[in-house]
């Protein structure tokens, strides 16, 4: 599976962006994940979306301000951010694994599948 991540730009404290992330082949029967990395930090989790049913999980610095969702016809997962902050700030990831159990979706090594990231730059 290959995985495009898109939307990120420039936006101002308190604006939305939503990010893209189209597979190459069906993840409708995968977990699938936002992970970002700020400079000088490492990867960390932001949301997932298990198979099947589709619930979803946020770390709490996103919890409320953050949606993911998917489109399993075109194969794509979303992340739409609301209320973004200059912590916000970072290169976001999508990630996918077919095999992904509930209690390690919030590692970055439980994925085997990622996308090239694409830069979220929040303004003050």
Known sequence: VQ????????????GSL???CVASGRISN???AWF??????????VAAIFRNGGRTYYADSVKGRFTM???NAKNTVYLQMNRLEPEDTAVYYCAT???AILS??????TYDYWGQGTQVTVSS
């Open 3 to 14: 995985l495009q991540a898109s939307g990120g730009g420039l936006v101002q404290a308190g």
């Open 18 to 20: 939503r990010l893209s």
């Open 30 to 32: 995968y977990v699938s």
């Open 36 to 45: 970002r990395q700020a400079p000088g930090k490492e990867r960390e989790f």
């Open 69 to 71: 969702s998917r489109d």
């Open 97 to 99: 694994d077919p095999s």
């Open 104 to 109: 390690s979706i919030r590692y970055a090594s």
